[in-house]
C-alpha cells in the first residue's frame, strides 16, 4: 500500500511564501515522476509542477517564475516553493506520484495521490 501524505498549506498572504511537502510511503522500489496540481472551487484539477526522476521541471504557465519543485528521492518526497503567491493560487494542492514501481522487477506501474492541502492566499 503507497501512501501520500502532503503538508505545509495554510494561509498566506499575498506575495510571500510557502513550502508544500509530499511524502510517499510504503511498498515503493522507484517512482518516474512527482507533482503536484491544484483544484479551485468550481474549476477542474490542473497541474501545476512535475519532475521526474532524472530531475526535468515542467510547470504551469500561471506559476513559472513564482513556483519552484524539487524532489528528495531519497526520501521519496517532493516540495513545492510557492514565492509571489497570488489570491488566484488559492486552491486544494493535490500531490501525484506516477510511473510507480513497487518491486524491482514489476512490469506494471501505479499512479497514487495524496489527500489533498488547502492553500489560502489572502491578505
Known amino acids: 500500500q503507497v501512501r501520500l501524505v502532503e503538508s505545509g498549506g495554510g494561509l498566506v498572504q499575498p506575495g510571500g511564501s510557502l513550502r508544500l511537502s509530499c511524502a510517499a510511503s510504503?511498498?515503493?522500489?522507484?517512482?518516474?515522476?512527482m507533482g503536484w496540481y491544484r483544484q479551485a472551487p468550481g474549476k477542474q484539477r490542473e497541474k501545476v509542477a512535475t519532475?521526474?526522476?532524472?530531475?526535468?521541471?515542467n510547470y504551469a504557465d500561471s506559476v513559472k517564475g513564482r513556483f519552484i519543485i524539487s524532489r528528495d528521492m531519497a526520501k521519496n518526497t517532493v516540495y513545492l516553493q510557492m514565492n509571489s503567491p497570488k489570491p488566484e493560487d488559492t486552491a486544494v494542492y493535490y500531490c501525484?506520484?506516477?510511473?510507480?514501481?513497487?518491486?524491482?522487477?514489476?512490469?506494471?506501474?501505479?499512479?497514487?495521490w495524496g489527500q489533498g492541502t488547502q492553500v489560502t492566499v489572502s491578505s
Open positions: 501525484n506520484a506516477d510511473g510507480v514501481r513497487l518491486r524491482p522487477f514489476d512490469v506494471s506501474t501505479y499512479a497514487y
Open positions: 510504503g511498498t515503493i522500489f522507484s517512482i518516474n515522476a
Open positions: 519532475i521526474t526522476i532524472g530531475g526535468n521541471t
